[in-house]
């Protein structure tokens, strides 16, 4: 069993700058493959950015490319988002998760090879 928890979220302006942290239980996150996804009210969740076990590997959907970089520390067992230059549109709840058996070590970006959520944490940005 692996617990994810989000923390960072909040109330920014547009063309701020929020970081998200995502700390996961257990003793092989190392191996896992990593990514944040977003829904906003009305919408369908979307993936945001995804990173492989090394972070050698990582995605960004087109709408975060050049704001948001996914990164990871293996030793604190911890994903983060760093989010700049932050949009209304970019208001949703963000979501960490984990696929725990990547396949050949890659990133995925695809919902359903993620096995293991977090709870959610809250951006809301205003313009």
């Known amino acids: 069993q692996v617990q994810l928890v989000e923390s960072g979220g909040g109330l920014v302006q547009a063309g701020g700058s929020l970081r998200l942290s995502c700390v996961a239980s257990?003793?092989?996150?190392?191996?896992?493959?990593m990514g944040w996804f977003r829904q906003a009210p009305g919408k369908e969740r979307e993936i945001v950015a995804a990173?492989?076990?090394?972070?050698?590997?990582?995605y960004n959907t087109d709408s975060v490319k050049g704001r948001f970089t996914i990164s990871r520390d293996n030793s604190e067992n911890t994903v983060y988002l760093q989010m700049n230059s932050l949009k209304p549109e970019d208001t949703a709840v963000y979501y960490c998760?984990?696929?725990?058996?990547?396949?050949?070590?890659?990133?995925?970006?695809?919902?359903?090879?993620?096995?293991?959520w977090g709870q959610g944490t809250q951006v809301t940005v205003s313009s």
């Open positions: 998760a984990a696929n725990t058996r990547p396949l050949r070590g890659l990133l995925s970006t695809t919902q359903n090879l993620y096995d293991y």
């Open positions: 257990g003793r092989t996150f190392s191996s896992y493959a």
């Open positions: 990173i492989n076990w090394s972070g050698g590997q990582t």
